[in-house]
């Protein structure tokens, strides 16, 4: 069983930055596949980013490209996801996902694990 917990939201303007962690439970982080989705209201869940299990390859959604950047570090259990120039269209709670399979892909059923999400808020 692996747990998850996203943190790093938070509310800010348009142009802003921020940086969302997801840490993780269990000695078989290094060995999972990692993303990031997100879902605003009213709308379904949307894939932003995913990362394979040793960190070498990813994949981004086409609506973040340029802007948003996923990492990890397996020594600290952790994921990251870079939000940069961030606009209100963003507005959404983010959710950390993990795939036991670690593939990197874009769909959400493929993923095992989820954690509780975390609010991201930009205004114009």
């Known amino acids: 069983q692996v747990q998850l917990v996203e943190s790093g939201g938070g509310l800010v303007q348009a142009g802003d930055s921020l940086r969302l962690s997801c840490a993780t439970s269990g000695r078989t982080f290094s060995s999972y596949s990692m993303a990031w989705f997100r879902q605003a209201p009213g709308k379904e869940r949307e894939f932003v980013a995913a990362i394979s299990s040793s960190g070498g390859s990813t994949a981004t959604a086409d609506s973040v490209k340029g802007r948003f950047t996923i990492s990890r570090d397996n020594g600290k259990n952790t994921v990251y996801l870079q939000m940069n120039s961030l606009k209100p269209e963003d507005t959404a709670v983010y959710y950390c996902?993990?795939?036991?399979?670690?593939?990197?892909?874009?769909?959400?059923?493929?993923?095992?694990?989820w954690g509780p999400g975390t609010q991201v808020t930009v205004s114009s």
């Open positions: 996902a993990a795939d036991r399979s670690a593939r990197v892909v874009r769909t959400a059923r493929n993923y095992d694990y």
